[in-house]
């Protein structure tokens, strides 16, 4: 029983992790493109990448923090137009397919060996190298604090004040996307998902409007890899096709083309992981299942739960089936 | 055994490297921290000299999963790596690097396999005595045919087209059904990745574990992998065809399926890379060219297979229909082509293409994990956008171009941008000409 309340309290701590905030933070991005434009993004984890790097590299550098955001930001739009341009006038396989090449180009470009000067190369950047100038900004003081059964630092490397601006940042982008979408913009984006053509007809420039939900679907992701790598380290490979593919599980989970659904998603997400991880680890026995296997399984499931999600209710938890036909053309 | 997990480490690099080339000096990574994460382990450590100061500059190679790091100790003698594979991984002292007077104690395994984790570190220690060699070597691990970039010379540009041709070939066959799915159904598969992966480990079963002969087990792989095609159809896609599901929901299911086949790959073999034939490869030189035995074999093997499929594409009443409803499927059924069989029948052979290039790759690595084919899923969409989504010969030609192009990279860049070469490619295609080599214009729109 003591070990059940373990695992309970750690399904709490990760539901509000930063790692959690991040991801729910990549899914609002891949939100504005999927669930709102209907564009097919495979190369999230390329813009999460992307914004990671410049932000890291520019703090390495030398840059103060705010202006360093702002580069990683910029870069992400540049890499959403490289990507935008060949790709959106033609059939949404395109896009999807040219994304996540792009995001592995920018993956084995990061650990390439010829870059490790700047990258650190398969190694990536330790955290210590480009935290500085974000927790210098804690007004929460040294210290540890308690909340409940939670004790981090107040400002530590995964302390309280990384939680505390990982999660306003999800919620201030939850507002946004909330007023944006209810905005002449947004039911443009909403019209272009049901029907391109239509919005042709209304004289709209469809090309462009997809191109800025792509950039700004970008950016946000960009957003949730530096959210990423702050706690932790910018490394290449944690940032690949995998991380891609769980962006979009949790964006499906809670529901593609709702304001709240990527965040429950991505809460559900890694809930649902250590929760699998937690059962098989107390009642199967080790020599049925042991932990490794334990973890592995918990993704075999997460696949067959994204399968099914999609087959049998692809509006998600919180969708409305109406509003997601899912027939992007 | 250990020696041969190491080559096999190596040999995968040839093809599928993602990581530091060689051995040499030149490209090892200088050492720095690593910090453990949700998707990241370490595996590090610290070497002392006999007399306890730091050794430093001592070179060591890890191999984790498919990738292969080369370290060297820095001031402190600490060296550390990050993995992204949980599981064994082989780490290799150097110990022609040792500092002088320094031998390895000989009761320390040289490679010495540490169980990393992620998120988690796990370390090993090498321990140095001073004094003379006790004669424990390792072989310095082969560059194989992933040599260092350096200049460019006539034999090793035949040798790196030689791989290129052996690449495409099994691209190709690779390809072939994944074109051949999209062009009758529309549907974009991104767990035919999984169908190469699942023919590699299929015959390692069969070929290492059961020892069946090799020729029998490729067999007998194929035929379970068709199985597999024909069952997905029959249990998975054709319900979901007639649920009427759009293409992008059934192209997020196949995520889905690609996802938990991964990690079932993990689950039941293990992270580790295994290899399909017990035997050590045996080498040919033809000219300048080397090449394993094995990978003559598959080379012939795939130009006869890749030359059966286009007599029956090209000969056969059912290849004919299958081209028919590739073209149009609602045209190919109003004529009396009955489209779910042809639909059936493509899926099991693609399935069976794909597991005979997963047994083949396997052989010409002399290794498969999980991941073999997710890599090539990759290149494998490259090689059919490049040569006309949904036409089976452009992606014969695309494979061709796009195996040749990923070797040759290979000449003035170093491996690690051998997969970028082939990608931007595909972007620069779908710019000038989005229709690919043998596409028509009106299916891209």
Known sequence: ?329 | MLAGLLLIGVASLGLMGLGATSASAATAVPTTACVANATTGCIQGTIKQGNGDPAVGVRLTVTNGDTTENLVTDAAGKWGVAITVAGPSTVTLDTTSLPSGNTLDPSIANPATVNGGLGRNAGTIFKLVSGESTGLSTSAPSTGDSATTGSVTWERFLQQAASGIRLGLLLALASVGLSLIYGTTGLSNFAHGEQVTLGGLLAFVLANQLGLNLFLAAFLTVAVCAATGYFQDALIWKPLRKRGLPNTQLMIVTIGLSIALQYAFQFFIGAKTVRIDKANPVTVEIGPITLSVQSLWAMGIAVAVIILVGLFLLRSRIGRATRAVSDNPSLAAASGIDVDAIIRLVWTASAGLAGLAGVMLGLVLNGVNWQTGLQLLLLMFAAVTLGGLGTAFGALAGAMIIGMVVELTNLVLPGDFKYATALLILILVLLVRPQGIFGRRERIG
């Open chain 1, 1 to 329: 029983m003591n070990e059940f309340l373990t695992t309970l309290t750690a399904i709490a701590a990760s539901a509000f992790s930063p790692s959690t905030a991040a991801l729910a933070i990549a899914a609002i991005g891949l939100n504005i493109h999927f669930g709102y434009t209907g564009l097919l993004n495979m190369g999230q984890a390329g813009f999460m990448l992307v914004g990671a790097y410049a932000f890291a590299i520019s703090i390495v550098a030398g840059i103060p923090l705010f202006p360093a955001v702002l580069i990683a930001l910029v870069a992400a739009a540049v890499f959403a137009l490289i990507l935008g341009v060949p790709t959106l006038k033609l059939r949404g396989d395109y896009l999807a397919i040219v994304t996540i090449s792009a995001a592995e180009i920018v993956r084995m470009i990061g650990r390439s060996s010829l870059l490790t000067d700047i990258t650190g190369g398969s190694n990536g950047l330790t955290g210590q190298s480009y935290r500085g100038p974000f927790t210098d900004l804690s007004f929460l003081g040294d210290g540890q604090t308690t909340l409940g059964p939670f004790t981090y630092d107040n400002t530590g490397s995964n302390g309280w004040w990384i939680r505390l601006v990982a999660w306003s940042i999800v919620g201030i982008l939850c507002l946004f996307v909330f007023l944006l979408m209810r905005s002449p913009w947004g039911r443009v984006l909403r019209g272009i998902r049901e029907d391109e053509d239509a919005i042709r007809s209304l004289g709209k420039n469809v090309y462009s409007y997809k191109m800025q939900a792509l950039i700004l679907g970008g950016t946000i992701g960009a957003l949730g890899g530096i959210i990423y790598v702050l706690p932790a380290s910018v490394q290449a490979d944690s940032m690949g096709r995998s991380m891609t593919f769980f962006v979009w599980t949790a964006l499906l989970l809670g529901g593609a083309a709702t304001v709240f659904g990527p965040v429950l998603g991505s809460i559900i997400f890694f809930a649902l992981r250590l929760f699998v991880q937690g059962v098989a680890g107390q009642f199967v026995p080790d020599s049925i299942m042991n932990g490794q296997q334990a973890e592995q399984f918990s993704w075999i499931l997460i696949g067959v739960v994204l399968m099914l999600v999609v087959i049998f209710r692809p509006q998600g938890v919180l969708g409305n089936k109406k509003e997601l036909s899912f027939n992007v053309n």
